[in-house]
Nanobody, 127 residues
Framework: QVQLTESGGGLAPAGGSLRFSCAAS????????MAWFRQAPGKSREFVAA????????TYADSVKGRFTISRDYAKNSVTLQMNSLKPEDTAIYYC????????????????????WGQGTQVTVSS
């Protein structure tokens, strides 16, 4: 089974930028997807962004649209999240996810579609 390893993240001021990546240990299923979710203290895990693996089509949560960009390196089986114009409410643990089964582009934001998760990386935005 594919394992996911996240790198990057850290601390940034409000209005700043951060970038982090997630690498899969093996080949990502071409009909699958990779996504980022986040979980703030005391809150449930929420969708951030996702990318269809074969087409490269993307979808974003309304709260990050226009500020975050997800991209993939198909050959390296990795995905990157570029976060700009950060806000204190972006503070959370960010998790990378993928699926071992096909994921329709219509359900990219559905957490239940993903069965493989990274260990999480902390992002803290200071006000």
């Amino acid at each position: 089974q594919v394992q996911l390893t996240e790198s990057g993240g850290g601390l940034a001021p409000a209005g700043g930028s951060l970038r982090f990546s997630c690498a899969a240990s093996g080949r990502v299923l071409s009909s699958s997807a990779m996504a980022w979710f986040r979980q703030a203290p005391g809150k449930s895990r929420e969708f951030v962004a996702a990318i269809s693996w074969s087409s490269g089509g993307t979808t974003y949560a309304d709260s990050v649209k226009g500020r975050f960009t997800i991209s993939r390196d198909y050959a390296k089986n990795s995905v990157t999240l570029q976060m700009n114009s950060l806000k204190p409410e972006d503070t959370a643990i960010y998790y990378c996810a993928t699926s071992s089964t096909p994921v329709s582009r219509y359900v990219l934001a559905d957490r239940r579609q993903y069965d493989t998760w990274g260990q999480g990386t902390q992002v803290t935005v200071s006000s």
